[in-house]
């Protein structure tokens, strides 16, 4: 029979190597708001790794970038013994309604939306948007097929595999990691040191889609 246990997530009681399965969903996000330190973040991530057992996963739901939490990852996750892989998951339908209509309502309660036209009508034109483009990028994945990426936090390039056993040419790869390497000079990306501070910090924006970490404890 499953039960819920309140307590704290960064000093949780259980053994060491406790769990074969450890799940974060936007826990990690919220502690990493703090604009002054990542430690409380740097904490959550220690604790899933000590009650992780050997063979085991550690699943993070977030909204935080790969190139942003590679920082947090190489702090608390030794390269030796771990893998770590990512995919971008859109959300879904509900999801996305309720998002756009607290981005448009700001500090408003949700059910004041349809007391707000204003509101209403570009909470109704963002979803028709963001509908229209979604059924492009589906059209797309259908011809092409779906591609599952990997980093590693020393160098966290993405890295297509192969789309549909369809095997990318590794030109191809390099002159896509090239074009990032030219978008961040141009872009003047602050020091390494500051990245975590700037992805982290809280604002109503909206965004469609979440990023699903998985860490295999090797």
């Known amino acids: 029979m499953s039960k819920v246990i309140v307590m704290d997530a960064t000093s949780m009681p259980f053994r060491d190597a406790s769990f074969d399965v450890v799940i974060d969903k936007g826990t990690l ?12 973040g740097q904490r959550l991530l220690a604790e899933m790794r000590r009650v992780c057992a050997p063979g085991g996963r550690i699943l993070i739901v977030s909204h935080g970038s790969p190139h942003h939490r ?22 879904s339908d509900t999801s996305q309604i309720i998002n ?24 109704m034109d963002q979803l028709k948007a963001f509908y229209l483009q979604r059924a492009l990028a589906q059209a797309i994945t259908r ?27 590794q030109e191809k ?24 501070k700037v992805d982290d910090k809280y604002t109503p924006h909206r965004q469609s889609f979440c ?5 295999n404890v090797l």
């Open 100 to 123: 756009v209509f607290r981005s448009n309502l700001k500090n408003k309660p949700l059910k004041e939306i349809f007391n707000d036209k204003d509101a209403f009508k570009e909470s």
């Open 70 to 91: 590679k920082l947090l990852f190489k702090k608390v996750i030794p390269m030796e013994g771990h893998e770590i892989s990512w995919i971008k998951q859109t959300l």
């Open 211 to 215: 990023i699903i970490y998985c860490i």
């Open 29 to 40: 996000d919220a502690l990493m708001c703090n604009p002054e330190s990542d430690q409380e």
């Open 143 to 169: 011809k092409l097929g779906p591609a599952r990426l990997y980093y590693d936090v020393e160098n966290p390039r993405e890295v297509i595999t192969m789309r549909k056993n369809k095997e990318v040419s």
């Open 173 to 196: 790869i390099k002159e896509t990691q090239e074009k990032k390497e030219e978008d961040l000079h141009k872009d003047n990306v602050l020091p390494e040191s500051d990245l975590v």
